[in-house]
């Protein structure tokens, strides 16, 4: 195992203290215990959002933690959940009084232990509410679920449902529009490799050189197949029929989000947009915004993930709005 780091029992906890270091003006980071809130948070009067899981997926989702996004982020050691009592601390971080939105990918432990936490801080007189990420088309049990994984749509989530709590909605109308995106958003992804956990010291699995893991989870989780490596456009064609076949997209403008697994130049990702774009032009299917890069990675992975939202005026005035975090920054 080759990595830059230190001892394995200090891998998040060094990570959190760079981070902290690099974007002091962005973020506050508590590591007693273990969360990243906003800077300047909480924020009277607006609704809280509040997101986590396993470290590993960086900048997932420490690194959307500001201004138009989350108010805090509750990072578990790598590829594991954050226990309850650091989700209730970030939550009372984010809680300006208007409420709390729980944003949780649809992990078994992700939601157990957001849920404890919601128990105990409601308790306390903090409104929480959640929504569960499900937007992976791949399978629809895994080794971490029960239903659909949460992966790369809980960025689009995060994004829209933070505008809205940053124009002043209150917490139901926050809820729904993220249960809006939720629902219209797809993805799925793919893996050349897999990444290697710190603690385990080795790939969670090992491919052959010609062959790769379609609909692979972002914990590297097995997905639909083993399949021989083929040229890009043939693998973009696979992920996208998936999507396709799970959504009717026409009629509506789209969100066109190209996601690296941490180890894929930015130049593949492009050559996989490319033809993800064509795909969608020969169905008529406008792209009306684009995102490509790594925003939800898993460790070194070589690999990547395609996601569509479908794109209305509210979705794409919200998208659009301000937003200053780490990794997403526009308008601003």
Known sequence: MKKLINDVPDVVTESLAGFGRAHADIVRVSQDPKFVSRADGPVQGKVGLVSGGGSGHEPLHAGFVGKGMLDAAVPGEVFTSPTPMPIVEATKAADGGA?????????????????????????????????????????????????????????LVEK????????????????????????????????????TVP??????????????????????EPGRERIKLEPADRLVDR??????????????PVLLFVNGMGGTPLSELYILYRRAAEILDERGIQISRSLVGNYVTSLEMQGASITLLKLDDEFTQLWDAPVHTAALRWGI
């Open 99 to 155: 409420g709390v939105l729980h944003i949780v990918k649809n992990y078994t432990g992700d939601v157990l232990n957001f849920e404890t936490a919601a128990d105990l801080v409601g308790a306390e007189g903090i409104t929480v509410r959640a929504v569960v990420t499900n937007d992976d088309v791949a399978v629809q049990d895994s080794l971490y679920t029960a239903g659909r994984r949460g992966v790369a749509g809980t960025v």
């Open 160 to 195: 829209i449902a933070g505008a809205s709590a940053d124009r002043g909605d209150d917490l139901d109308t926050v809820t729904a529009i993220a249960e809006r995106v939720n629902a219209n958003v797809r993805s799925i992804g793919l893996a050349l490799t897999d990444g």
């Open 199 to 220: 603690h385990a010291g080795e790939p969670g699995f090992v491919l052959p050189e010609d062959e790769i893991e379609f609909g692979v989870g972002i914990h590297g």
């Open 239 to 252: 992920m996208m029929d998936a999507i396709l076949a799970d959504l009717s997209y026409e009629g509506s």
